[in-house]
């Protein structure tokens, strides 16, 4: 059995009472993780704040850099370890956490590079004798919240640019998805942080609300839910705290009929049953063009049928169990919804027989989906496919628009003007054009609507962890009217 371990002021600590990990493939705890007490995230913070002062504020950039490159060496060297870690954790298969520790030191390597390049700008003003600049400066201790997905992975969008910028973390991952938070979190020390740069509490959305509601906390960035991230906004907009929110989606997958079919139609399989479906970005909504609706559907229905399901930790296994028991009754409840609406159900439907002990659900295909079912507007996070015909690009935008959220969305065309035509009109963060589930570190990645607001990667993601700092002098040696401002 596992025993994680939180990391608070450098020091892993075990906590006073411990809860048990569950492997969503064979059902049984596999780890135990300690559950943070109120007294245990004041600590964290006061050590994030406490060292935040002392020294990391005033740590060159080109020195933080450094241990950000030895935490990206050191977790690629040890990446196939966590990687099982986090497929035991959350049954995501191997061949993706193992491709998303790579990810996660590309983006420390990525924002290690600007920690002393955090230039400011002079400002010309309109008076001789005055000079102004700005420059940015860190938050303090940022709050980094996630979701048990890709534990890695999403922390993996937070951390850097927050150490790059000069601010101390406190993270708290899922309950359900701890493990390789913690494993980082001493790997930052192993890596020379100074204690108390890089804290991990853990515990359930209790702990999640205690240090998001912290007075020691200057900023936040949440990863999960729209309804918790609605929760944690109202806990932020209480005292003013700025806020970094990536949510939930449902997003469209457009394929025209002057597409590359074969290229779409595994672009539409990756975009929905890749991690089982598990993902923010999953192209839920396939929206396809009529002429070709019955080709796209039918290939799309093969394929889903030919998915390997089994054990994560198999490099051969394409599609893992659903990850946890809460996530599996509400996918089963949604797919039944479908049913109900009148959905027509092509293939899958419900859990896989055969598959192992875990939570597999088959991958599952509904069409001729209408815009209003449920199937069609709620976000499911499994591995479901509602198909929607649409007959010309007016009526494709309006459906892909009509939505709560805005996060990502994809566009299958042979037609440049149209893949111009069309993403420009699209309300989403993130738009692919012949490509689906495409990430880069250089790339801002963020949403609009209920997908949240602000953006991580890129260099987009250095203005989330700072503010900027106006100054301005006056060095002509004039005295100035005391009673009417100088403009
Ligand atoms: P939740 O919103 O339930 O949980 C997210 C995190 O918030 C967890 O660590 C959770 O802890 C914690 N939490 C729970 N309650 C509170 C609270 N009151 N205050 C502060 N934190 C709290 O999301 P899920 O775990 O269900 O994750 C799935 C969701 O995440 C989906 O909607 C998905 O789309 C979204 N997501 C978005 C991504 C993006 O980048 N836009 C990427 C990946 C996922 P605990 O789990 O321990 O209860």
Redesign the pocket.
């Known amino acids: 059995m596992k025993h994680a371990r939180m990391v608070i002021d450098g020091a892993p600590e075990d906590g006073t009472a411990r809860f048990e990990s569950f492997n969503p493939y064979t059902g049984q705890a596999w780890a135990t993780v300690p559950t943070a007490t109120t007294g245990d995230v004041d600590r964290a913070v006061e050590a994030a704040t406490r060292t935040f002062h002392d020294t990391w504020r005033t740590t060159p950039g080109v020195q933080r850099a450094r241990l950000m490159t030895a935490l990206a060496d050191l977790l690629e060297s040890r990446a196939d370890a966590i990687a099982e870690m986090e497929t035991r954790d959350n049954g995501k298969v191997i061949r993706e956490t193992r491709n998303q520790m790579g990810f996660a030191a590309r983006n420390l390597r990525f924002f290690a590079g600007y920690a002393d390049k955090l230039y400011g700008r002079t400002v010309p003003l309109d008076h001789p004798g005055m000079f102004d600049f700005t420059r940015r400066r860190p938050y303090g201790v940022a709050g980094l919240?996630?979701?048990?997905?890709?534990p890695i992975a999403?922390l993996a969008n937070k951390l850097p640019p927050a150490l790059a910028t000069g601010n101390t973390v406190v993270v708290?991952?899922?309950?359900?998805a701890s493990v390789t938070t913690c494993e980082l979190g001493l790997l930052a020390a192993e890596a020379g942080f100074p204690p108390g740069v890089v804290n991990v509490v853990t515990g359930?959305?209790a702990v999640?609300?205690a240090l998001?509601g912290h007075p020691g906390i200057g900023k936040i960035s949440f990863?999960?839910?729209?309804a918790?991230?609605t929760?944690?906004a109202e806990a932020a907009a209480r005292r003013l705290v700025p806020l970094t929110l990536?949510?939930?989606?449902k997003s469209p997958n457009i394929v025209f009929a002057d597409a590359d079919l074969d290229r779409a139609v595994v672009g539409a399989v990756a975009g929905i049953f890749g991690a089982a479906g598990q993902?923010?970005i999953a192209g839920s909504r396939l929206l396809v063009h009529r002429p070709v609706y019955e080709r796209v559907a039918g290939a799309i229905v093969e394929r889903a049928g030919r998915i390997r399901l089994g054990d994560p930790l198999d490099p051969g296994t394409e599609m893992g169990p659903v990850a946890n028991r809460p996530q599996f009754d509400r996918i089963l409840a949604l797919i039944e919804a479908g049913r109900d609406e009148g959905a027509a159900l092509l293939t899958g439907g419900g859990p896989a027989e055969g598959a192992g002990e875990g939570l597999f659900i088959r991958p599952t295909v509904f069409g001729d989906v209408s815009p209003g079912m449920r199937v069609a507007a709620e976000?499911i996070?499994g591995p479901v496919l509602s198909i929607i015909p649409f007959d010309d690009e007016d009526e494709a935008v309006r459906i892909a628009n009509d939505i709560d959220y805005g996060?990502a969305a994809g566009v299958w065309t042979g037609d440049i003007d149209r893949a111009h035509r069309v993403t420009e009109r699209l309300e989403a963060g993130s738009v692919w054009v012949n490509t689906y589930r495409a990430t880069a570190a250089q790339a801002p990645f963020g949403?609009v609507k209920r997908?949240?607001y602000g953006r991580e990667r890129g260099e987009e993601a250095l203005a989330e962890y700072t503010y900027v700092q106006n100054v301005m002098i006056d060095y002509s040696g004039a005295a100035r009217d005391p009673f009417s401002i100088r403009t």
């Open positions: 919240v996630t979701a048990w997905n890709s999403l708290k991952p899922s309950e359900h359930d959305g999640g609300d998001t990863t999960g839910g729209s918790t991230g929760r944690v990536e949510l939930g989606g993902t923010c976000e996070f996060l949403g997908s949240g």
